[in-house]
């Protein structure tokens, strides 16, 4: 994480492999709507892991599985 003015200006979190949980590709306001890479819902601490590119990819590659099955099975994003 970058620097902050804060009195510990440095944060080093350790982190365990992760999931990207669907709840966070589904936006709460918008319908049939889905993130393509970086615009899913993160938190500051969880976005120093989701913001590195094979994670975007992996959150690219989901989203697609995701819209196919939406297709395939007549549902919007948020009926699944």
């Known amino acids: 994480m970058h620097?902050?003015?804060?009195p510990r200006n440095y944060v080093d979190i350790a982190n365990w492999p992760f999931q990207i949980p669907l709840g966070s590709l589904i936006p709460?306001?918008?319908?049939?709507?889905?993130?393509a890479c970086?615009?899913?819902g993160t938190t500051y601490i969880t976005n120093g892991c989701y913001r590195l590119h094979p994670v975007?990819?992996?959150i690219a590659e989901s989203v697609g599985?995701?819209?196919a099955y939406c297709l395939e099975n007549d549902l919007s994003p948020r009926g699944t």
Not at 3 to 6: I, R, V
Not at 28 to 35: D, G, H, T
Request: aromatic content about 4%; cysteine-free; proline content about 10%.
């Open 3 to 6: 620097p902050s003015t804060a």
């Open 28 to 35: 709460q306001r918008v319908k049939n709507l889905l993130p």
């Open 38 to 40: 970086k615009n899913i």
């Open 56 to 58: 975007e990819w992996n």
């Open 65 to 67: 599985a995701l819209t």
